[in-house]
DNA sequence: ATGCCGGGCGAAGCCCGA
């Protein structure tokens, strides 16, 4: 619930935040140095789909606009259930409107936690995971799509190297054993790739006492 | 083919994640 989160936290550390949130499941946000403006709270396409899992912002730095997408995308285990429309849903209301967002020509970055295991090279064992829902052909099918209206991965356009994960299971010593997924991703739009300088994945806090079981990805884009 | 972790919720044990 948003207003369970730490606001005062991170403004005292000098940050804005634009926080969607429901109890138990799901939440996500957007923080910023500089003013937010043009938040957008729900993903288009569905108004009765009430999970907390999409907010937008707008904010201007160097005095050009710069949109932030953060998501929690579905993750739609079991697939024989309808969590596996959902998702494949949700990801379609994504594509459609990740192409309007491309009419605004600006630098745009799609960030979260996609659920989507894009290629066999982000996976330690790609047979395993053939039929689960981050792996799915049709789930992948729809990540390219959006790749394909001319969106980059941005971890991919810096980085050649398979076996580059954000994600561990905290079970059966997946983190010791490196048996890993990259499910979390930087999508840039043509006009924040043009500005991309640096990518990466920053193993350090999964590694630390009590750590989520994703760790951060980030990237530096410059004027 | 999942529930061996781990967190949330809420005060025990279930639900959920990926």
Known sequence: MEENFPRDAFEDAGYEA???????????AILSRTPLEDVSRALPGDASDDQARYVEAATVLDGRMVRIVSIYLPNGNPTDSDRFGYKLKWMERLRRHAARLLANEEPTVLAGDFN???EDGDVHDPAAWREDALFRIEVRRRFREILHLGYTDAFRALHRELGRYTFWDYQKGAWQKDFGLRIDHLILSPQSADLLTACDIDKGPRGKPRASDHTPIWCELSV
């Open 18 to 28: 634009a926080v969607v949130g429901q109890k138990t499941y799901n939440g996500v």
């Open 116 to 118: 989507v295991i894009p």
